[in-house]
């Protein structure tokens, strides 16, 4: 099981990124993906996730209505499209994978490496 995240950089506030998590070795259909950030001195925390076998997904609040989780089960990817994005949204991101949905990290068995996202003018 691997997963490639990508698509980070530097962003102006208000800006947006979209993120993407490319699977190899294994499909989608069988794994929740959940996204994950974690900023320096911080505890990594959950972002947002996605059954993709059923369209479950969930938000955590700080993100709620301007991050959007999605799947292309063609390309066995997962996109986080990040948008209104603010100065405490900086941060390393990671895509894992886990049997269970949920943004309990511990629950997650395979990890991403991870792509930093810095938002600041």
């Known amino acids: 099981v691997q997963l490639q995240a990508s698509g980070g950089g530097l962003v102006q506030p208000g800006g947006s990124l979209r993120l993407s998590c490319a699977a190899s070795?294994?499909?989608?259909?069988?794994?929740?993906i959940g996204w994950f950030r974690q900023a320096p001195g911080k505890e990594r925390e959950g972002v947002s996730c996605i059954s993709v076998s059923d369209g479950r997904i969930y938000y955590d609040d700080s993100v709620k209505g301007r991050f959007t989780i999605s799947s292309d089960n063609a390309k066995n990817t997962v996109y986080l499209q990040m948008n209104s994005l603010k100065p405490e949204d900086t941060a390393v991101y990671y895509c894992a994978a886990s049997e269970w949905f949920g943004l309990n990290p511990n629950e997650y068995d395979y990890w991403g490496q991870g792509t930093q996202v810095t938002v600041s003018s």
């Open positions: 070795e294994f499909t989608l259909d069988y794994y929740a």
